[in-house]
C-alpha cells in the first residue's frame, strides 16, 4: 500500500498571504460525524447560508440506520453533504469535493461508498492520532493506510484541542468550529453565518448562542491561519424571492395550501418528518395529524375524514402502502376522495429503509386487487413537491377518487431553494356542501360520457345514501347484475380518460428528435438534464423527459418517441443486465417506468436502473448514456 | 312511539321536523328469517326515533359480514366498508365533524379477530360513538368458520372437531383497555333491555361498547337455546345508573344490584361463569374524549393563507 496522501498541516504561502481562492462553477462539501455530534446541523447552517447568498444549494442528510451506532464505525457516518453551484443546483451531484470529519471511522465510511472524488480534500479531526487508546490510534493508522490509496489531500485539524479553549463537552461545539473553517473555505458572508445560528439556536439561552458564535469565529481564524486552499463559487443572487427546504417540509405546507385538515398516518421512514411539520403547523392552522394504531387505520381514518368532509391525506412509504392497499380500493370504488403520500424507499420488505428508490410505481398504480383506477403522479422537485399537493386535492375532488403522489427519500430529506410559492384562496378546498340533494339525485348519477358525479356529504338533507365497497348502481344499492358491474367499472375508468384529455404532452428537455431520448420520473429529473447536458457538449445527440402523470400516462408520448432512433428510461428501481447469465429479451426484467412505456406506445423502449440505495449521479447517468450511444441498444 | 310511521314533516323554518320510524326505513332487511340482527334493527330505528336524530347527521359504519349490511337497511348516511375496519373509517368521521351522531356495527369477526387492533384503540381514544358488536359466535357470511367467540368445542367448517380454544370473552377485554368509559352486554331476543341498553349508549359522552349476544339460526342456534328459553341462566345487572326495567323483574329472577362506576365488580361480573349478564358494566364519562381534545377551530380560508405567508416567511432566504 502506498501512501500517497499529501499532509498539509499548515497551508499559507510562503510569504503568508492569503491563498488565492479557486473558481468553481460548483463543488459538493460533506460534513460527517458520530450521531449526536452536530454534522448535521452544520451542514444545514451552511447550505442555508450559501442560499441566501444567492447559490444554487442541494443539501442531502447523511443518515445512519441506527438512532445512536456506536461510536466510531463507518456506518455510523452521520452528517450533510451540500451541494453548491452559482447556478441552481438540481440534484446532488457526483462526489463530493471537500469532506471535514470528525473520525476517521465516519470518514472511511464516506470513502468506501467511493462518496468522495480521487483528489477530494479531506479536512479531519486529529486527536484521534495520539489518543491515549492504543486501539483508536491503530485504527487511526490503518484508516490513513486505506485512504492512502487514493489521492486525496489530507488535512489534520486540531479541532478537539482548539474547542476545548471555548467549552468543556466538544460533543457539542465541534459543529459550529467546522462551520467557521466551511465559511472561510468558501468565503461566506459572516454575518449571516451568525444569524442563522442565532435563528436555528433560538430556543436556547442567550449564552449558548454566544459560544456558537464565538466556536464559528474559532473555526474561522484557524482556518485563515493554516489553511492553503480557499473555492469560489460566486454566487448569482437573483430578485426572485425564494425559499428553501426539504421535500416533506413542502409536502407538509403544501397539504395545508391545498386547505387539506386532517392527514392520518402510522411512523414510517422515510415519510414521518412530514407528520412533525404538520403536527406543528396545524396547531395553528387549525388541523389534526392523527396518529392511528397501525398503517390501515390511517388510511380508514382518512377515507372517513374525506367522506364526511373536505379531502384527507394519509403519508407513508412503500411496507405501509402494501398495508393499506385494501382501503384504497375501497375509497376507488366508494368514490371518496384521498391523497395518499408515498415517500419511496429502497424495497422490497424493509428494505433500505433510509435510501432512495422508485420501486413503487407499479405497486401504486396496480397493487388493488380488482379494477382500480386511479391517478398517480410524481412531483420531481422539492418545489414541485409542494404544489402536488395542491394539485392532488383538486384532482382528488373533482374525479372523487384516490391520487397517489410519489415523492422519494431523495426529496424528502434534499434541501433546495425554490421560487416562493404565493398561496391563494382559490388553492384551499372549500368547507364541505351541506345544501339539501335535489329530490331524485342519486350519490353516483354518473355522466354517461364522462363518469363524474356529485358528491353527497353527511349533513346534506336528502342525500341520505350507504357507500358501499360491494359493486353498486347509481343509487349505492348493492347490485351483482352483470351489465351494473360492467357500467360502473366503465364510469370509474373513464374519469382516467378525462383526466388524460386535459393533460399536456410533457416537455423535451433539449432538441425535439435525435439519437437517444432518456425518459424519466420524479426526482431523477435534475440528475438526468444534467447528464444530458454533459453528453451534448461531448457531441452526442441526447435528449430527455421527465414524466408527472403516471397514471393515466401524460399524452403525446408515441409521437415523441418515434422522433428519436432509441428510448430509454433512467430510474432508480431494479432491471436486469442484458447480457447477464440466462437474461434474454425474451425474460428481461424491465424497470417499472419502462414497463409502462412499452406497454403503452409499443415502442421498444430500453433502460438503465440502479437500486445502491442513493439518488442517481449525473456522472454515472452520463456513462449510460454514452455505453448506450456506442453500443446502439441493449443488442 | 306515537310518531311511528308517520312521514318527514317540515315547518316553514325547516328545522322542526318530527321523525318517525318509517323515516328511517330503507332497503328491505335481507338477512335469514329469525336472524337476531332484525331485531337489532328495529330496536335501532325505535332509538333514532325517540332520540329524534336527524337521518342527514346520523352516520352508520361497518365492516363485512352479515351484521355488516345494517347501514344499507337504515335511512341515514352509510359506510359500508371493510372487513374489521368500521372503527377507522367512523374514527375518521368524528375527527373531522364531531357533530356528526356515529353508530359502528361489527359482527364478531370484524371486531374481535381482523379488526382486533382497532378495537383496542377505539375504546382508548374514547371518541364519542356507539359501536355495536353483533355476537353470533361464528362467521355468517362465509358459512360457519371458527370465530373468536365460538364457545369451546363447538364444531364449525374449519374446526369440525370443536373449536380448540376458549372463547374470546368481548367484555372482559373491553374492560381491561385503557380509557374504556362505557362497556355493555344485551341480548336481541329481550327488546326492551336491548332497547334500554341502545338508548343508555347512545345517551353516553364516548365510546360505548355493547355487545349483543345474537342468535344465528342457521349456525349457531343450539348456542342460544338456553338463553332464549330458559330466563334462569340469564342475571341482569341493575342500577339507577344503569337499567331497570321493572317489567323484566316477573321474567328474569337473577338480579344484581350493580353500580357502573365500580370497575373491579365490573372485571369480576364479566368473567365466564356460565351466567349470561345482561346490563352496564361500567360507565365513567369523566374520561378524556380523543375528538374532543383535538378540536382547533376552523379557520377562513383568508385567514389559512395569511398564516401560510407568515409560514413561508420562516423558510425565506
Redesign the interface.
Known amino acids: 500500500m502506498t501512501e500517497t496522501a499529501t499532509r498539509e498541516t499548515r497551508g499559507r504561502t510562503a510569504d503568508g498571504a492569503a491563498p488565492a481562492p479557486v473558481r468553481c462553477d460548483q463543488h459538493t462539501v460533506e460534513v460527517v460525524s458520530d450521531s449526536g455530534e452536530g454534522a448535521q446541523k452544520c451542514g444545514q447552517i451552511f447550505g442555508?447560508v450559501s442560499?441566501?447568498m444567492g447559490n444554487g444549494v442541494w443539501t442531502v442528510e447523511i443518515i445512519p440506520a441506527e438512532i445512536e451506532p456506536p461510536p466510531r464505525i463507518p456506518a455510523g457516518a452521520s452528517g450533510n453533504r451540500i451541494r453548491l453551484g452559482s447556478g441552481p443546483v438540481t440534484n446532488w451531484g457526483d462526489e463530493t469535493n471537500v469532506v471535514v470529519a470528525f473520525n476517521e471511522q465516519a470518514l472511511l465510511g464516506r470513502h468506501r461508498l467511493n462518496a468522495l472524488a480521487d483528489d477530494a480534500t479531506i479536512l479531519i479531526e486529529s486527536h484521534w492520532k495520539d489518543h491515549p487508546d492504543e486501539d483508536i490510534r491503530r485504527a487511526w493508522k490503518n484508516a490513513m493506510a486505506e485512504l492512502g490509496t487514493r489521492d486525496y489531500r489530507i488535512v489534520e485539524v486540531p479541532m478537539e484541542e482548539r474547542c476545548l479553549e471555548v467549552i468543556e463537552d466538544t460533543r457539542r461545539g465541534k459543529n459550529m468550529f467546522v462551520l467557521g473553517m466551511l465559511c472561510w473555505i468558501y468565503d461566506r458572508d459572516l454575518q449571516l453565518a451568525r444569524d442563522q445560528i442565532a435563528h436555528v439556536f433560538r430556543k436556547k439561552s442567550d449564552a449558548i448562542v454566544e459560544k456558537n458564535h464565538e466556536l464559528l469565529d474559532l473555526g474561522w481564524g484557524w482556518a485563515a491561519d493554516n489553511l492553503g486552499f480557499r473555492f469560489d463559487v460566486p454566487p448569482r443572487p437573483t430578485d426572485r424571492?425564494?425559499?428553501?427546504?426539504n421535500g416533506n417540509?413542502a409536502v407538509a405546507?403544501g397539504a395545508?395550501?391545498a386547505?387539506m385538515?386532517?392527514a392520518?398516518m402510522y411512523p414510517i421512514t422515510p415519510a414521518t418528518s412530514v407528520s412533525h411539520q404538520l403536527g406543528e403547523?396545524?396547531?395553528?392552522?387549525?388541523?389534526?395529524v392523527?396518529q392511528?394504531?397501525?398503517e390501515?387505520?390511517?388510511?380508514?381514518?382518512?377515507?372517513?375524514?374525506?367522506?364526511?368532509?373536505?379531502v384527507?391525506f394519509t403519508i407513508t412509504s412503500g411496507p405501509g402502502m402494501a398495508l393499506k392497499t385494501?382501503?384504497l380500493?375501497?375509497a376507488i370504488m366508494?368514490e371518496t376522495p384521498l391523497v395518499v403520500v408515498d415517500v419511496q424507499r429502497g424495497g422490497p420488505s424493509t428494505g433500505l429503509p433510509t435510501k432512495v428508490e422508485q420501486s413503487d410505481l407499479l405497486a401504486a398504480i396496480y397493487g388493488q386487487p380488482g379494477d382500480a383506477p386511479h391517478v398517480v403522479m410524481a412531483p420531481a422537485t422539492i418545489e414541485e413537491c409542494f404544489h402536488a399537493m395542491v394539485t392532488a386535492r383538486r384532482i382528488a375532488e373533482a374525479l372523487r377518487t384516490v391520487v397517489i403522489v410519489l415523492t422519494d427519500a431523495n426529496l424528502a430529506t434534499g434541501v433546495q431553494?425554490f421560487p416562493?410559492?404565493e398561496?391563494?384562496?382559490a388553492w384551499?378546498a372549500?368547507?364541505p356542501d351541506q345544501s339539501p340533494i335535489p329530490e331524485g339525485e342519486r350519490p353516483y348519477e354518473w355522466d354517461p360520457r364522462t363518469g363524474l358525479s356529485r358528491r353527497?356529504v353527511?349533513?346534506?338533507?336528502?342525500?341520505?345514501?350507504?357507500?358501499?365497497?360491494?359493486a353498486h348502481d347509481e343509487a349505492s344499492?348493492?347490485a351483482y347484475d352483470p351489465d351494473i358491474h360492467q357500467r360502473s367499472s366503465s364510469m370509474r375508468s373513464r374519469k382516467l380518460a378525462v383526466l388524460h384529455s386535459m393533460l399536456s404532452p410533457p416537455g423535451i428537455y433539449g432538441e425535439k428528435e435525435g439519437d437517444l431520448l432518456v425518459v424519466g420520473w420524479g426526482s431523477t429529473k435534475g440528475a438526468i438534464e444534467e447528464a444530458v447536458d454533459r453528453a451534448r457538449e461531448e457531441g452526442l445527440s441526447v435528449s430527455s423527459l421527465n414524466i408527472t402523470f403516471l397514471s393515466p400516462l401524460e399524452p403525446g408520448l408515441k409521437e415523441i418517441f418515434e422522433r428519436f432512433d432509441r428510448v430509454m428510461t433512467v430510474e432508480i428501481n431494479y432491471s436486469d443486465e442484458p447480457g447477464a447469465p440466462y437474461i434474454t429479451r425474451q425474460n428481461r426484467r424491465y424497470g417499472q417506468l419502462a414497463w409502462l412505456l412499452r406497454a403503452r406506445t409499443l415502442v421498444d423502449v430500453d433502460c438503465w436502473t440502479r437500486v445502491i440505495g442513493e439518488p442517481l449521479r449525473p456522472g454515472k447517468i452520463l456513462e449510460a448514456i454514452r455505453a448506450r450511444a456506442e453500443k446502439g441498444g441493449e443488442g | 312511539m306515537t310518531m311511528a310511521g308517520c312521514s318527514l314533516l317540515r315547518s316553514a323554518t325547516g328545522d322542526e321536523r318530527v321523525f318517525g320510524l318509517a323515516d328511517y326505513e330503507?332497503?328491505i332487511a335481507r338477512w335469514c328469517p329469525g336472524c337476531g340482527d332484525h331485531s337489532v334493527l328495529s330496536s335501532t330505528q325505535r332509538l333514532l326515533s325517540e332520540e329524534q336524530l336527524a337521518?342527514?347527521?346520523t352516520?352508520?359504519?361497518s365492516g363485512?359480514g352479515c351484521s355488516s349490511r345494517f347501514?344499507?337497511y337504515v335511512?341515514?348516511?352509510?359506510?359500508?366498508?371493510?372487513h374489521g375496519?368500521a372503527?377507522?373509517?367512523?374514527?375518521?368521521?368524528?375527527?373531522?365533524?364531531p357533530e356528526?351522531d356515529v353508530f359502528v356495527v361489527m359482527g364478531d369477526g370484524d371486531c374481535v379477530s381482523i379488526g382486533a387492533?382497532?378495537w383496542?384503540?377505539a375504546t382508548r381514544y374514547n371518541i364519542d360513538m356507539v359501536a355495536l358488536l353483533l355476537d353470533n359466535n361464528i362467521y355468517g357470511l362465509t358459512k360457519m368458520q371458527t370465530s373468536p367467540t365460538t364457545p369451546q368445542g363447538y364444531a364449525s367448517n374449519t374446526q369440525p372437531r370443536g373449536s380448540y380454544l376458549p372463547a374470546l370473552n368481548p367484555l372482559e377485554a373491553t374492560l381491561g383497555i385503557t380509557n374504556a368509559s362505557f362497556v355493555a352486554q344485551t341480548a336481541e331476543w329481550i327488546p326492551a333491555h336491548l332497547f334500554a341498553t341502545l338508548r343508555e349508549a347512545y345517551r353516553h359522552r364516548g365510546f360505548s361498547f355493547v355487545r349483543i349476544l345474537q342468535r344465528c339460526p342457521k349456525y349457531t342456534a343450539p348456542l342460544f337455546e338456553e338463553g332464549v328459553k330458559n330466563p334462569d341462566v340469564t342475571e341482569l345487572l341493575i342500577h339507577d345508573d344503569g337499567i331497570l326495567l321493572p317489567g323484566l323483574e316477573d321474567v328474569y329472577e337473577h338480579q344484581t344490584w350493580h353500580d357502573p362506576k365500580d370497575m373491579d365488580a365490573a372485571r369480576r361480573l364479566a368473567e365466564e361463569d356460565g351466567r349470561v349478564r345482561l346490563g352496564v358494566f361500567f360507565r365513567d364519562e369523566s374520561r378524556p374524549r380523543y375528538e374532543e381534545m383535538?378540536q382547533?377551530?376552523?379557520?377562513a380560508?383568508?385567514e389559512?393563507?395569511d398564516?401560510?405567508?407568515k409560514?413561508?416567511d420562516r423558510?425565506?432566504?
Open positions: 442555508t442560499a441566501k424571492e425564494m425559499v428553501v427546504m417540509q405546507l395545508v395550501a386547505g385538515e386532517l392520518a403547523m396545524f396547531e395553528r392552522f387549525g388541523g389534526i392523527h392511528a394504531e397501525d390501515i387505520a390511517a388510511a380508514g381514518v382518512a377515507i372517513g375524514a374525506s367522506y364526511s368532509g373536505k384527507a385494501e382501503f380500493g375501497l366508494t431553494p416562493r410559492p398561496p391563494e384562496v384551499m372549500p368547507p353527497f353527511p349533513g346534506q338533507p336528502d342525500g341520505m345514501y350507504t357507500a358501499t365497497g360491494l344499492r348493492v | 330503507s332497503a337521518p342527514e347527521t352516520v352508520f359504519v363485512i347501514p344499507h335511512r341515514t348516511y352509510g359506510f359500508h366498508g371493510i375496519r372503527l377507522p373509517i367512523a374514527t375518521g368521521i368524528k375527527l373531522h365533524r356528526l387492533g382497532h383496542i384503540h383535538r382547533l377551530p376552523a379557520m380560508a383568508e389559512r393563507v398564516l401560510l405567508e409560514e413561508l423558510y425565506a432566504v
